[in-house]
Every structure is written in structure tokens, then in C-alpha cells.
């Protein structure tokens, strides 16, 4: 009954409300960089699909011909059980999905951080900022590598991929 009135309403000229999705509203918030629009285009797609790992920002910059994708995720909070097999599986598909939404980027960062904690009253913007989080995994990945490439660089030691090892052993616990 509502979609055939919402049909005639349609049909008879008169506006209808647009309700974003919460995937649209997240990677509109969570977009950055010089190529925001493409950004929020990744976003969109990444947003779609539930991560254990939250992913808290996209990021697109473009200079001349190259075109970089970055996505971070929060390396604390998991939205479920997480194993590091279960973290590189994220980061494979995290990647996987940025390439096919951003077929013109060249490499995708993907990067872990962890919260730092701060005094009261220390500085935290500008020229004196003291840093407030720390990466603890981080990745790049150029256009047409295999997802089993990627899981053997993520893997093998000297492979191209850092991992915080204290992090390692708190986040996954006896899972690594």
C-alpha cells in the first residue's frame, strides 16, 4: 500500500524523502583526502559489509597520474572474536573491495592503530601535538596482486608487512 502511494506521489511530480543508508552516512563521515568524493564512493562499499575490525577512515589522494587509496582500521574493540587469520582475511577483503570500487588507484595502505593514552591538558593539534594513536599493523598494496600474494606478504617476515608484536599478543591473545 505505502509503495503504491509512494508510485503515484512519485508519478504526479511530488517529492519523495531520500533516507541515506548508514553505510552512505558512514563513508561520507569517514572520508578524506584529495579525492573525497572517491573516498566516500569506496566508502560506500566497504561500509555495506560488517567488519570485526572497525574501519574508521578512507582515503583517497591523487597526484598527477597516481592515485593512492588509504584505509584505516582500529586495531582495539573488535566486533567479534578475532584471530590474526581472521585479521588478515579483513585486511584481503578490505583491499580486495577498495581495488574493485577504485579501479584507477595504483596501491592501497591499509593500517592498524591503537588509541594513545594522554594527559589532561597536554597538546594534541597544531606544531606541539603529541601523538594520540600508534600504528600497529600496517600494509601496501599495489594493483594486481593475488589475494594469496597479499597473505604471504602479510605472513612471512621481511614480506613487506609490519605487525606491533606486543599488539599481536594482546589483540589475538592465544589466537596468534
Do not use: C
Amino acid at each position: 500500500m505505502l509503495l503504491a502511494a509512494a508510485l503515484a506521489a512519485n508519478a504526479s511530480g511530488a517529492a519523495l524523502a531520500y533516507a541515506p543508508t548508514v553505510a552512505q552516512l558512514d563513508a561520507e563521515a569517514r572520508a578524506v583526502g584529495n579525492r573525497r568524493e572517491l573516498a566516500e564512493h569506496i566508502g560506500a562499499v566497504v561500509f555495506a559489509r560488517h567488519w570485526p575490525a572497525e574501519v574508521t577512515q578512507i582515503s583517497a589522494n591523487a597526484l598527477e597520474d597516481h592515485l593512492i587509496v588509504g584505509i584505516r582500521v582500529l586495531g582495539i574493540k573488535f566486533h567479534e572474536t578475532m584471530t590474526r587469520p581472521a585479521f588478515v582475511e579483513e585486511v584481503v577483503s578490505l583491499v580486495q573491495d577498495a581495488f574493485a570500487a577504485a579501479p584507477e588507484a595504483e596501491e592501497v595502505d591499509l593500517w592498524a592503530s591503537v588509541p594513545i593514552s594522554v594527559a589532561k591538558g597536554v597538546i594534541v593539534s597544531g606544531d606541539l601535538a603529541k601523538p594520540t594513536s600508534r600504528t600497529v599493523f600496517s600494509l601496501s598494496v599495489r594493483r594486481g596482486e593475488s589475494p594469496a600474494s597479499i597473505r604471504t606478504r602479510i605472513d612471512n617476515a621481511g614480506g613487506g608487512a609490519f605487525w606491533d608484536s606486543a599488539w599481536m599478543r594482546t589483540a589475538f591473545g592465544e589466537h596468534v
